[in-house]
């Protein structure tokens, strides 16, 4: 975790240190462009957890499986080209995990999570067609993901329960420890659960210009999870009592995503605005 704060520190330091050197600039300086986006946004993923215990090699494997995600979006050109790219997302996340030891146990797991991730991207312009000087313009980007862990819900089936003629089970996350209590079958404590939790994404796509002032984005991205979900132990199944489902993983994740975006150029208002209180006589 200490990486991305780093990394996020340095991204921040750099937008303050940018945004105040403009704003130093004395008044007979032009300022061409203060470009402010926001819009909605919405779209598909492919999630999963990478196993970062060792023990769990052989084992299980984790497989994807679909979500979405949808939000909110707001970003501004801190230099030309140069966007600093935030949203705020409610996501599903997930895993599909399957045992190698034992071939019956499959968990399929869904979780839900407000993100908040913020990409540092760079646009480029592409031209379409020579003659007429279409264009558009792709980008990439890179930066943390900060995730907040609402809970979730799964169904579990392996070798235990068919043994015992039980059907799979389905069963909502609860966060906390259980006590004395074995009557709720159908809820699966998690106790020293890692709720705050930080990632790395990377990604990139293209941006459309249907009409002037409004965006179409369409992003490709990749996220690489840093925090583990909680503790090996962490999971309290009563049934199947000899599962434990391993947390000491990460969340990883494919994004296909598109946005609608308004564009400002607040530099505009901020000009006429002095131009504005300049041509006024003072009173006496």
Not at 157 to 168: C, K, Q, R, T
Not at 270 to 283: D, E, F, I
């Amino acid at each position: 975790m200490e990486k991305f704060i780093k990394i996020l520190f340095a991204l921040v330091l750099f937008v303050s240190v940018d945004l105040n050197a403009q704003n130093t600039k004395g008044p007979s300086t032009r300022v061409e462009n203060l470009i402010f986006q926001y819009g909605v946004k919405g779209g598909l993923q492919y999630s999963w957890t990478r196993l970062d215990d060792p023990t769990q090699q052989g084992v299980v494997s984790s497989h994807p499986i679909p979500g979405f995600n949808i939000g909110l979006v707001a970003a501004f050109e801190v230099k030309q080209r140069y966007f600093l790219h935030t949203e705020l997302l409610y996501s599903t996340k997930g895993k599909n995990v399957q045992g190698i030891t034992d071939a019956s146990l499959q968990n399929r797991v869904i979780y839900r999570y407000i993100d908040l991730p913020m990409l540092y991207n760079i646009q480029f312009k592409k031209t379409l067609n020579s003659a007429t000087l279409k264009q558009f313009k792709w980008y990439i980007g890179a930066g943390p993901i900060f995730s907040y862990w609402l809970g979730g819900s799964g169904t579990i089936n392996n070798s235990e329960l068919e043994e015992n003629g039980l059907p799979a089970i389905d069963y909502k996350l609860k966060f906390g420890s259980r006590g004395d209590d074995l009557r709720e079958i159908n809820t699966v404590y998690v106790s020293d659960a890692n709720r705050l939790q930080v990632g790395f994404n990377l990604g990139g796509g293209i941006l459309l210009e249907p009409v002037s002032g409004r965006k179409i984005m369409v992003d490709v991205r990749l996220e690489i999870g840093h925090s583990w979900l909680g503790k090996k132990n962490s999971t309290d199944y009563v049934l199947p009592a000899t599962y434990k489902d391993n947390l000491q993983s990460s969340n990883m994740g494919l994004r296909l995503s598109c946005a609608y975006l308004f564009e400002k150029n607040l530099a505009k208002k901020v000009r006429n605005l002095g131009k504005t209180r300049s041509s006024k006589k003072p009173k006496y």
